[in-house]
């Protein structure tokens, strides 16, 4: 029976720590299937580059750092970014709205012919 209660917990465990791999990968493969020619990436190397093509046969990627065509493996492609042509396009769709408020004036305090640097003197 000990070996039951503490057999419980640890099954349940691996469960868990299954499940968050299997969606880790499912994600980075979803990322990886969303490259296109044009993005940036960085490699797991380091290396910044610009996708130039994408082989789907070999499943190889070639960048093209700075006029240097490299090829790599699609597993060797860390983060992707997407080229500024479609973040703009994204940014337009969707609008931006600043909701900080804007600080209200004291008008009570201050007086229009004092000197804004002279009040702070004051306050010290």
């Known amino acids: 029976m000990e070996i039951l209660i503490m057999l419980v917990p640890i099954i349940i465990l691996m469960y868990f720590m299954q499940r968050s791999q299997k969606k880790q990968q499912r994600k980075r493969q979803e ?63 969707v609008p931006t709205t600043d909701n900080t408020p804007e600080p209200a004036e004291d008008t009570e305090n201050r007086n229009s012919n004092e000197d804004p640097s002279q009040e702070d003197k004051n306050e010290s």
């Open 31 to 93: 990322v990886l299937d969303s490259m296109r020619p044009g993005n940036q990436v960085v490699t797991i190397g380091g290396l910044h580059g610009v996708v130039s093509e994408i082989d789907d046969d070999k499943k190889t990627v070639t960048l093209d750092c700075e006029g240097i065509f490299l090829e790599f493996d699609r597993a060797s492609i860390r983060t992707v970014k997407s080229n500024s042509a479609e973040e703009n396009a994204q940014s337009d769709s």
